[in-house]
């Protein structure tokens, strides 16, 4: 049976939803757009997942390449840098050839993969997607970015242009390792560790671009994106769930940051953009713990998981169990790192080994009695 494969958007519905009840005629007329625009391309999208995914040699070094759409909707565009390329006089297009680099050298230095898919696959970007596109979005092939807001009053305007913030970039890339990894399928818990991979991983891009370690990161996702207009700093905060905005138009940000105010919801797939604020919470824990450099130890624990060891249903109980599993096979049952992990999830109200994990079962049940975790 074939299934529709999802857009991944960086901007949640809710999002758009509310600027639509609460925002001007012109903020309105933004969002519905935007709306209409990511349902078309959905379809869209939808039509290209019944074409068979084509093996090519692969490539062992970094290919870039960024198109401009010129306010149109034909994907890629016209080809504007390609890789090597001295920066053009367009921001825009420096940002997506910028960011695609340190998302790929994240992945290719610190965790040994060769591009979005382990097998060198070019990373193609394109910049002014439609007119006042306000998203950004991995297509299952490449990245698409729209301008925000730049075609309303200076008052008027919500979102800056999309490639803005580094850890955006990161984000959406990373949904293309998942869809070659663990594929978890996008809705409820498996679509909210989903978009939660692409916060840790987005963050963990800016941070090591940024040189700053976790207790000097800003644990923010789209900090910059917001204009001044917005009461608020960004579209999540790993730090704080919930706090990231709370505006007049925009609405609350509405992520928990415990099992205990789990949004059950038909909204957005199940609440992927919003419970996610539970797994990212953990990991900000974690990575807390263990200090430095937050693309190391914890991400490399995260990382692990997401290739080796979830599966595509896979839920929050299985991601607390196999990211545990994952620091003892790096750094041995009971060391700091597995203690971390487990504490990372004990503070968003998640018990490791409270449950049988789905996968690996018998090795993870041998490991939970030799810790004293389980009887």
Same mark, same amino acid.
């Given at each position: 049976m074939q299934h529709r494969h999802p857009l991944?958007?960086? @901007?949640?519905? !809710?999002? @758009?939803?509310? &600027?639509?009840?609460?925002?001007?005629?012109?903020? $309105?007329?933004?969002? @519905?757009?935007?709306?209409? &625009?990511?349902?078309? /391309? $959905?379809?869209? $999208?939808?039509?290209?997942?019944?074409?068979? !995914?084509?093996?090519? /040699?692969? &490539? /062992? !070094?970094?290919?870039?390449?960024?198109? %401009?759409?010129k306010h149109g909707s034909s994907l890629p *565009?016209?080809?504007?840098? *390609?890789? *090597? %390329?001295?920066?053009?006089? %367009?921001v825009a297009v420096n940002e997506a050839y910028d960011g695609a680099g340190g998302t790929y050298d994240l992945y290719n230095e610190v965790y040994s993969r060769n591009s979005i898919d382990g097998n060198g696959l070019p990373i193609d970007s394109t910049v002014h997607y439609q007119k006042g596109y306000d998203n950004a979005f991995w297509d299952g092939q490449q990245m698409v970015y729209g301008d925000g807001d730049e075609d309303l009053p200076p008052d008027k305007r919500l979102f800056n242009r999309f490639t803005i913030s580094i850890d955006v970039m990161g984000h959406e890339l990373t949904h293309g390792v998942t869809q070659y990894e663990a594929n978890l399928n996008y809705s409820g818990q498996s679509g909210a560790l989903n978009e939660s991979m692409s916060d840790v991983f987005g963050s963990l891009v800016k941070q090591r671009m940024l040189g700053h370690t976790a207790s000097e990161a800003d644990w923010i996702i789209g900090q910059g994106l917001l204009t001044s207009n917005v009461n608020g700093i960004g579209l999540r905060s790993m730090k704080a769930p919930g706090t990231a905005y709370d505006d007049p138009v925009l609405g609350k940000d509405p992520q928990p940051a415990n099992m205990k105010d789990y949004v059950n919801t038909i909204e957005d797939n199940g609440g992927v953009h919003i419970n996610s604020g539970i797994p990212n919470h953990a990991f900000y824990v974690v990575a807390i713990e263990l200090g430095g450099n937050a693309w190391e130890k914890a991400g490399l624990i995260w990382y692990k998981t997401l290739a080796d060891k979830l599966t595509s249903s896979s839920k929050f109980q299985d991601a607390a169990d196999l990211t545990f599993q994952a620091a003892a096979d790096l750094y041995g049952a009971g060391s700091l790192e597995q203690i971390a992990v487990q504490k990372g999830w004990s503070e968003v109200g998640i018990t490791v080994g409270s449950t049988p994990p789905t996968q690996g079962d018998g090795c993870l049940t041998s490991l939970f009695k030799s810790i004293g975790l389980v009887r």
């Open positions: 991944y958007c960086i @901007l949640p519905p !809710h999002m @758009l939803r509310e &600027i639509a009840e609460r925002g001007s005629d012109e903020q $309105r007329e933004m969002a @519905l757009k935007t709306n209409t &625009i990511t349902t078309q /391309m $959905r379809g869209r $999208r939808a039509s290209a997942r019944t074409t068979p !995914h084509v093996a090519t /040699m692969s &490539i /062992m !070094h970094k290919q870039r390449s960024v198109y %401009d759409a *565009g016209t080809l504007v840098r *390609g890789e *090597g %390329d001295p920066p053009v006089s %367009d």
